[in-house]
């Protein structure tokens, strides 16, 4: 970098400004695989407001790629689950022997389908139509995977939702947890906000309550984001980024904290142990919604959002 000369005292405050800069960005960075010791502890935070879901923040994507002919396709072969669905069929279901598509209980008006008017990486992603109504939802799932994985379990996937969420309760994310009674652990959004939601007791992270709700965030509209989670069985952790920053309200640790994981702490043995995975979209009474999903990936080490 080069700039006009205007004095030492001039010169040294840039370079500190900027090594402040660089210093705070890595601080809010979640662990990566290139470094497999980590433990996923940031303590990085977003999206405290004041009281309502009004007081929440929305997430602005820092991902590229956004659209069909976006950046180079991932190279992910070395973990155990990687797709950029690039090798699917355009206007067919996802598939390659990784996914099924699944509509458990009773079917409806949901679809999922490879397509190419939105992609983060490459030129295909998979949408998915989620009508409002239960029986209206539709799900893409994987479930040999996820189980195979250990004791601690990293997620990322990118997604891209064509509008805001409303304040009914919905799911776009869901695993089968065998430790809780073939119960799902569930990930949507409510009070406008992502939050997890336990379906055995209906525990939800945030407590939907207008503080508990300012501690999440809003996700972006027409942008991609990047979803990172870890579960911990043994201890019961749950922690959950969004464009690689900790959202304090989606964790789960060993304390209970109130308006956060105060519900959650109802189970206080709560150690999951999911054997699938499910993507796609239910709502149960809650807004339909069209949303665009890529780069899906599954890892016992941390995996970062970047391709």
């Not at 700039?3 to 900027?18: D, N």
């Not at 139509?129 to 994985?149: E, P, V, W």
């Not at 407590?207 to 709700?213: E, H, R, T, Y």
């Not at 709502?283 to 890892?299: F, K």
Request: some cysteine; glycine content about 14%.
């Amino acid at each position: 970098m080069s700039f006009t000369k205007k004095g030492a005292r001039a010169r040294y405050l840039f370079v500190g400004l900027l090594l402040a800069a660089c210093g705070g960005e890595t601080a809010s960075k979640p662990p990566t695989s290139a470094n497999s010791s980590a433990t996923g502890s940031n303590t990085s935070t977003s999206g405290n407001g004041g009281a309502g879901a009004s007081g929440t923040t929305t997430m602005s994507s820092s991902t590229t790629g956004a659209g069909a002919g976006g950046s180079a396709p991932i190279d992910c072969s070395d973990l155990p689950l990687c797709d950029d669905f690039e090798d699917a069929t355009l206007g067919g279901p996802p598939g390659g022997g990784l996914w099924l598509v699944v509509t458990p209980n009773c079917k409806g008006s949901g679809a999922v389908v490879v397509d190419d008017a939105q992609a983060h990486s490459g030129n295909l992603s998979v949408r998915v139509d989620g009508a409002s109504g239960y029986c209206n939802h539709i799900f893409f799932a994987n479930q040999d995977t996820i189980g195979s994985l250990g004791q601690r379990i990293y997620g990322r996937m990118h997604v891209y939702f064509d509008a805001a969420f409303g304040g009914g309760h919905t799911t776009f994310l869901a695993m089968k947890d065998d430790a809780d009674g073939g119960k799902d652990l569930r990930m949507g959004g409510q009070n406008e906000v992502y939050m997890w939601n336990r379906e055995s007791d209906d525990a939800t992270l945030p407590v939907m309550s207008p503080a508990g709700s300012a501690t999440s965030v809003k996700p972006s509209v027409n942008a991609w984001q990047c979803i990172e989670f870890m579960i911990d069985g043994p201890t019961g952790e749950l922690k959950t980024w969004v464009d690689g920053v900790l959202v304090a309200g989606l964790v789960v640790d060993g304390e209970s904290t109130p308006d956060i994981d105060s519900g959650w702490h109802s189970k206080p043995d709560w150690m999951p142990h999911v054997s699938d995975i499910k993507i796609g979209w239910e709502a149960y009474g809650g807004n339909g919604i069209t949303m665009w999903v890529d780069d899906i990936a599954l890892d016992s080490n941390p995996i970062g959002c970047a391709p």
